[in-house]
């Protein structure tokens, strides 16, 4: 009888532990994620916290089984968390991902100023001059045909001259420069990207590992036996493939988002990006 308790307890260990695959990846997730928090103060306290909120929040709203009550026991039951805590802790929360407007009308001229054949040729932003004259569109035009506000032009170009977007040439015209796609934007801009980004690539990724149908694209490339002159040269190529690329999934989309305007099925929300990393520092068994 003792030897099949044991049994039965080493098969209940092993069905109810997290695969070791799984913990492996979840601490290479949060060592870049604790040392953003160290850097920003942000201690384990808070931390802590923060995700028990979060954890009542998703078992409270994303595990619900139909004709079954969502009690204070079965969250904790789910969670871990003491029924007690539970309680407390069972209010709305949001995520925080609120587009700030600058951001939001500044992509939106971006995203003009490529697919817009008034402002664009072939996908290439034209160079344009500060003010329109006669058939000669100029920067103006861009800015007033997205903001319907009170937006004035001079504010828009000396913002964006001052974060690097645009450059004026020797003849006065202004040019959208090619990596205004990674904008050094303000502290508040790229927190929204790197919470938006983040969210949607470890979301595809969860997706899969879940067995989630149909299975979401999560593809990479990698190689750890590189020198400095290589890794330049493969930088180099991702600069002008991966903006290649993002052009063109954004101009497609913006094609398809204007058609679909006014339709009620047109819920669907996209996100694609691309990424590049380099590091000295080898992590784990992953030699190539």
Excluded at 27 to 33: D, G, H, Q, T
Excluded at 185 to 214: M, R, S, V
Aim: aromatic content about 8%; proline content about 3%; charged content about 25%.
């Amino acid at each position: 009888m003792a030897k099949l308790k044991n049994k039965a307890d080493k098969i209940i260990s092993a069905e109810t532990g997290p695969p070791e695959s799984l913990v492996k990846a979840l601490v290479a997730i949060f060592r870049p994620l604790v040392k953003l928090f160290i850097r920003y103060q942000i201690n384990h306290g808070y931390v802590s916290q923060l995700l028990k909120s979060i954890y009542v929040n998703v078992a409270e709203n994303d595990f619900k089984v139909s004709s079954v009550e969502q009690t204070d026991s079965r969250i904790s039951m789910l969670t871990g968390i003491h029924r007690r805590e539970v309680k407390r802790l069972r209010t709305p929360i949001e995520d925080g991902l609120v587009m700030p407007g600058n951001v939001s009308v500044g992509t939106q001229i971006l995203t003009a100023w490529i697919t817009d054949s008034r402002f664009s040729h072939k996908g290439e932003p034209k160079k344009l001059p500060k003010s329109t004259k006669g058939d000669n569109i100029g920067f103006d035009t861009l800015v007033s045909s997205i903001s319907k506000q009170d937006l004035r032009t001079k504010v828009v170009l000396e913002e964006w001259l001052h974060l690097g977007l645009v450059q004026i040439d020797n003849e006065g015209l202004i040019e959208l420069r090619t990596e205004a796609f990674v904008t050094e934007t303000g502290f508040d801009e790229k927190a929204f990207f790197f919470g938006k980004n983040l969210y949607a690539h470890i979301a595809a990724g969860a997706h899969n590992l879940a067995g989630g149908q149909p299975p979401q694209f999560d593809r990479s490339v990698f190689y750890n036996h590189l020198t400095e002159d290589s890794v330049a040269t493969i930088s180099t190529l991702i600069e002008k493939q991966g903006m290649e690329t993002l052009k063109i999934v954004n101009a497609k989309s913006n094609e398809l988002q204007k058609k679909d305007r006014g339709n009620k099925a047109a819920t669907g929300r996209i996100n694609f990006g691309s990424y590049f990393w380099v590091e000295e520092e080898c992590r784990g068994n992953d030699d190539v």
